[in-house]
């Protein structure tokens, strides 16, 4: 069965310093695999997906097929970067299954 | 227009009242999502629909009966529900999947309280 874990519910971290927010997924197939960020009071938005392998709001994201781990990173927090991040997992063409989230706090 | 639009915000009812939840997108996709989210908990797959027939059911009791009235329309009837099913109701749509997996694009949602 396919499952995504997201080992912390919170992370909170200063302003400047890195971030790396954990994903393990368990999939027998070829994994599709999304970061989505849910900020307050907003609607959930996708913010990056393996395949295309872009940056955005300077946040990557690496797809690590031997540890099946695809964690997304920032090299420098920023404030505005305080929300609610999912990943997913998408499979039979249009199944959508999310980790369980983890909340991302940035410290003045 | 690359949203999609849930109304209503809000909504408030009793367990014996019937109402509709509405989710609209004119982006082109022909595949529409319902998610049910608690609080502090990721969403919950419910439906899919793909090229307006419903493909997926996820078990979802009868109480929610989805529609599909056209490509662009996606309904979500409710009768006769309990206080458990109290929270966020998601709209999502993708792209055809014949493309390659898409990314799903989700609404503001709909949050439902049961009295």
């Known amino acids: 069965a396919q499952r995504v874990t997201q080992p912390e519910k919170l992370l909170s971290v200063f302003k400047g310093a890195p971030v790396e927010l954990k994903c393990n997924y368990s999939?027998?197939?070829?994994?599709?695999l999304f970061w989505y960020v849910q900020y307050s009071r907003q609607r959930l938005q996708l913010l990056l997906r393996?395949?295309s392998r872009e940056s955005i709001k300077g946040f990557t994201a690496d797809l690590n097929k031997g540890e099946t781990s695809f964690h997304l990173k920032k090299p420098f927090a920023q404030e505005e970067d305080s929300a609610m991040y999912y990943c997913?997992?998408?499979?039979?063409?249009?199944?959508?299954?999310f980790g369980g989230g983890t909340r991302l706090m940035v410290k003045p | 227009d690359t949203e999609v639009t849930q109304t209503p915000k809000h909504l408030v009812m009793g367990m014996t009242n019937k109402k509709s939840l509405k989710c609209e997108q004119h982006?082109?996709?022909?595949?529409m999502y319902w998610y049910k989210q608690k609080a502090k908990k990721p969403p919950e797959l419910m439906f899919v629909?793909?090229?307006?027939?419903?493909?997926i059911n996820e078990s979802v009791p009868s109480r929610f009966s989805p529609e599909c009235p056209n490509s662009s329309l996606l309904n979500l009837h409710l009768h006769a529900l309990q206080p458990e099913d109290s929270a966020l109701y998601l709209c999502?749509?993708?792209?055809?999947?014949?493309?390659?997996?898409?990314?799903?694009?989700f609404g503001d949602g709909t949050r439902l309280s049961i009295l």
């Open positions: 999502a749509s993708s792209a055809d999947e014949g493309t390659g997996n898409q990314p799903q694009h």
């Open positions: 999939y027998s197939g070829s994994p599709e």
């Open positions: 393996h395949i």
């Open positions: 997913a997992l998408l499979y039979a063409g249009n199944m959508l299954t």
């Open positions: 982006m082109g996709h022909r595949a």
């Open positions: 629909y793909s090229y307006e027939k419903l493909s």
